[in-house]
């Protein structure tokens, strides 16, 4: 039995309803599962900055048992490498690159609010996430909220990250429009870090695709791997 304790990080976007099936499969692996939903500043989201959302992971990784691994997906992988200090397992799913693998994302710019949950549209959402079922995409779409123009802009520019003492693991599809797997592959091979390259074919598939639980199951194999030679 587990005696893991996780804390999950959502992307940009995005909210604590993407792990759900993550979630499902830690929790029946007795690994007790934390899902952060990140908030906007006190002054609101245009003026919320990407280290505002790192003070939150590091708040509720402190508050957490040990063992604790840290898991985050896309712009929360990127807050997850930041924040991994104190954790005692680092799991990112298509994170968002620290420098200098940043230089090698498409160039973007940003409204200070990103209005990704005024603009969503279901035909996009369904584009995103070809590898998942129809009933995902519409809870997905009926789901996404407004980013920060900010953070994303911080994140974009290049973060500078050491890498954590404790083990790591990437998780990595198969295609991803968003984060090429080339560049976490190299990020990966640069930590010498375990990596699990999936069948997803999008950038949010590992955890909303068909093949969502089975990246989950897998991930619980690798910590109790860890426990195991502990």
């Known amino acids: 039995m587990s005696d893991w304790n996780a804390l999950l990080i959502h992307g940009a976007g995005g909210g604590a309803w993407e792990w759900n099936r993550w979630r499902g499969v830690l929790e029946a692996h007795a690994i007790a599962a934390q899902v952060l939903e990140l908030r906007p500043a006190t002054h609101g989201l245009a003026a919320t900055a990407l280290q505002d959302y790192a003070e939150q992971v590091r708040s509720a990784l402190q508050d957490l048992q040990r063992p604790r691994v840290l898991v985050g997906a896309s712009l929360g992988g990127l807050l997850a490498a930041m924040c991994a200090g104190t954790a005692d397992a680092l799991v990112l799913v298509n994170p968002l690159p620290p420098a200098p693998w940043h230089r090698r994302l498409a160039a973007r710019s940003w409204d200070p609010v990103v209005p990704w949950q005024r603009n969503a549209r ?109």
Do not use: Y
Request: net charge negative; proline share 5%; with cysteine.
């Open 122 to 230: 279901l035909h996009s959402t369904r584009r995103a996430m070809q590898d998942a079922d129809d009933a995902s995409a519409l809870w997905a779409f009926r789901r996404w909220r407004d980013e920060s123009g900010q953070a994303l802009s911080q994140a974009h520019a290049g973060v500078e990250v050491a890498k954590p003492d404790c083990p790591a693991l990437f998780v990595v599809s198969r295609q991803d429009e968003d984060v090429p797997p080339e560049i976490i592959l190299e990020w990966t091979q640069a930590w010498r870090a375990d990596r699990l390259e999936t069948l997803a074919n999008s950038h949010v598939g590992p955890l909303l695709g068909r093949q969502a639980q089975a990246v989950a199951a897998q991930t619980v194999a690798w910590l109790n791997r860890l426990g195991r030679a502990g």
